[in-house]
Every structure is written in C-alpha cells, then in structure tokens.
C-alpha cells in the first residue's frame, strides 16, 4: 500500500508506506525524514525540496519509490 501525497507549495512530497500509527520519526539528512510505527517498521517518508531532485537512496522500499517518484516526474538523485 504506497500512497503518496504532494504538497507544491512547501516543495514536499510524503509517500505513505502503510497505515500504523506513527511513533517516532528519524531525520537522514535535511530533507529526508523517516517515520516509524512502535514495531520500528518504517510508516512513512516526508521528502522536502522535491523540486531540486530526490534522494531515494537508504529509503525503506527504495524500488517502489523511485518507481511511484518516476510518475511525478521528479529529478532522481541517486
């Protein structure tokens, strides 16, 4: 279940990778954050600054995101 939702004005993009509530998030870089449910399964990914490109690597389901990434036309980085 890989949802994901744009915001255009904040440059952002947060792709959905289930639906457990989320418990604590961890920050990879400035504009990569991760968040996790209590099980430490990975429930989400904010990505900020889309519009410079998107770092997908050390992304949990790296190949269902850059895929679902490819769809909106966003620069990948690596």
Same mark, same amino acid.
């Given at each position: 279940? &890989? !949802? =994901? %939702? ?8 947060? =792709?959905? &990778?289930?639906? *457990? ?5 961890? %920050? *990879?870089?400035?504009? !990569? ?5 209590? @099980? #430490? +399964?990975?429930? #989400?990914? +904010? &990505?900020?600054?889309? +519009? @410079? ?7 949990? +389901? %790296?190949?269902? =995101?850059?895929? /679902?990434?490819?769809? *909106?036309? &966003?620069?990948?980085? /690596?």
């Amino acid at each position: 279940m &890989l !949802r =994901i %939702e744009t915001d255009p004005k904040a440059d952002a993009v947060y =792709i959905h &990778l289930n639906d *457990l509530p989320i418990a604590y998030t961890k %920050e *990879l870089d400035d504009n !990569r954050y991760i968040d996790y449910a209590h @099980d #430490g +399964s990975p429930v #989400g990914v +904010s &990505l900020l600054s889309v +519009s @410079d490109g998107v770092d997908v690597e050390d992304l949990p +389901s %790296e190949g269902k =995101i850059r895929k /679902a990434l490819d769809g *909106l036309e &966003l620069k990948i980085l /690596a």
